[in-house]
């Protein structure tokens, strides 16, 4: 079955920088449609950056230019390179995966059958 555990998470100071992992198995890595996303408390879950099949990354304009998506196919591992963190990227961050999310529906948490359990992130001076 599909198995998706993130990794990586952790306290920083404003202005720092994580790398989450996603290492990914029970399916052919590269052929699913695979994103990040963050749920702060009392705030509903939103997409951060999302990758199709095709490895083309759609970003939340919240994060653009800050974070970065990239995929190890050797490893089977999701990557999540956050820079420039500010206190409200604080949030527990999940890792997902669908087979058959379309392009033009990436950002929607909806779209995703596969989940993670999620790694905090906490930005905090």
């Known amino acids: 079955q599909v198995q998706l555990v993130e990794s990586g998470g952790g306290s920083v100071q404003p202005g720092g920088s994580l790398r989450l992992s996603c290492a990914a198995s029970?399916?052919?890595?590269?052929?699913?449609?695979m994103g990040w996303f963050r749920q702060a408390p009392g705030k509903a879950r939103e997409a951060v950056v999302c990758?199709?099949?095709?490895?083309?990354?759609s970003y939340a304009d919240s994060v653009k230019g800050r974070f970065d998506i990239s995929q190890d196919n050797a490893k089977n591992t999701l990557y999540l390179q956050m820079n420039s963190l500010k206190a409200e990227d604080t949030a527990m961050y999940y890792c997902?995966?669908?087979?058959?999310?379309?392009?033009?529906?990436?950002?929607?948490?909806?779209?995703?059958?596969?989940w993670g359990q999620g790694t905090q992130v906490t930005v905090s001076s």
């Open positions: 997902a995966a669908d087979p058959s999310t379309p392009w033009w529906k990436l950002l929607l948490p909806s779209q995703y059958k596969y």
């Open positions: 029970g399916f052919t890595f590269g052929t699913y449609s």
């Open positions: 990758m199709d099949s095709d490895g083309t990354p």
